[in-house]
């Protein structure tokens, strides 16, 4: 059989069925893999730093001014719009087939497209707020105030709402993610290689019926999947959504 039809199959004998997603996800939309980016040298500090350390808790207090032209010109895309696959996981929650979303990402793509229960294991970009006395900000505040944006309440320092390196997981969302996993039918990991720790543990807590992953290498996940499809999540996950009920 098809592979998408097999997954069109599979999703329309589900009603709690969970997407768990990664870069992969976001890259049809233009925004790279952020772990495939190369070393950038910083001219005011004559230092080269890997992505990781210039999107630490640590470059964030010490580099401050860096920190955010850095995440301004490299973490942000204004312009990535949500793809065909991010569409076709709304319809999916419109039908009652998908119960939840779990992503790593953190472009917010999921909410722009009409999905309404997302679990954001990394955070958002389309948030900010106050490090002093926690006011809430928006992410055109963070974008448009520079170089280093403070709170109009308290002159703190309003930073993304984002994970950074060194930093842990929402406790809440974490375990939210971990629930939806646990009880669902269906569980699609799409878009990520599962090496991020600890959320790609978090697939290690699926006992339903059907395991798919949809990703263009290997993951840990394949060797217990029922269905593993090679092409692009989001040309898959429209043509899917089409063939169900036909």
Known sequence: MNKIKKLAEILSQSNRAVF??????????????FRS????????????????????????????EDFFEFYRTRIVYLDAKPNAGHIALAELERRNILAAIVTQNIDGL??????????????????????????????????ENKPVPHCAKCGGIVRPDVVLYEESLNYNIVRASRRAIMEADTLIVGGTSLVVYPAAGLVDYFNGEYL???????????????????????????????LIGQ
Request: glycine share 10%; proline share 3%.
């Open 110 to 143: 999921h909410q722009a497209a009409g999905s309404k229960t997302v679990y954001e294991l990394h955070g958002s970009v389309r948030r900010g707020f106050c490090i002093k006395c926690g006011e809430n900000y928006d992410m055109n505040y963070i974008m």
């Open 37 to 64: 980016a190369n070393g950038i040298y910083n001219q005011r500090l004559h230092k080269n730093f890997r992505p990781e350390e210039m999107a630490s808790h640590t470059f964030f207090m010490n580099y401050p």
């Open 212 to 242: 798919i992953v949809i990703n263009k290498s290997e993951t840990r996940a394949d060797r217990e999947a029922e269905l593993i499809i090679r092409e692009n999540i989001g040309e898959t996950l429209s043509k899917a959504v089409e």
């Open 20 to 33: 768990f997603g990664g870069a992969g996800m976001s890259t049809e939309s233009g925004i790279p893999d």
